[in-house]
């Protein structure tokens, strides 16, 4: 997140207790927020990623990797082939 959008970064931000995620927001919008953050501070452009790679950048801010993995892939901020093999960033 930008820090010029301070009510924004504010919200992330609330969301972590000692660099971990306490809980992954239910709110769309909030949840929106925290993907683009967790998109842009674990994961660089143009570089593939394996499975095990995602799972394991996630599981350093929270324990349901796989959840937010999933919730990463629907809103396009992470795009895998059918076949599941790799991940990018997206949009």
Do not use: W
């Not at 959840?67 to 895998?80: E, S, T, W």
Request: with cysteine; proline share 3%; hydrophobic share 35%.
């Amino acid at each position: 997140m930008p820090d010029t959008d301070s009510s924004g970064s504010h919200q992330v931000a609330a969301l972590f207790s000692h660099g971990r995620l306490t809980a992954i927001p239910r709110k769309t919008a909030r949840r929106e927020r925290l993907l683009v953050h967790l998109t842009e501070t674990l994961f660089e452009r143009d570089r593939t990623y394996t499975e095990r790679e995602v799972n394991e950048a996630l599981l350093s801010v929270h324990e349901d990797c796989s959840a937010l993995r999933r919730h990463l892939v629907v809103a396009g901020l992470l795009v895998r082939p059918r076949d599941g093999s790799s991940y990018r960033r997206g949009r």
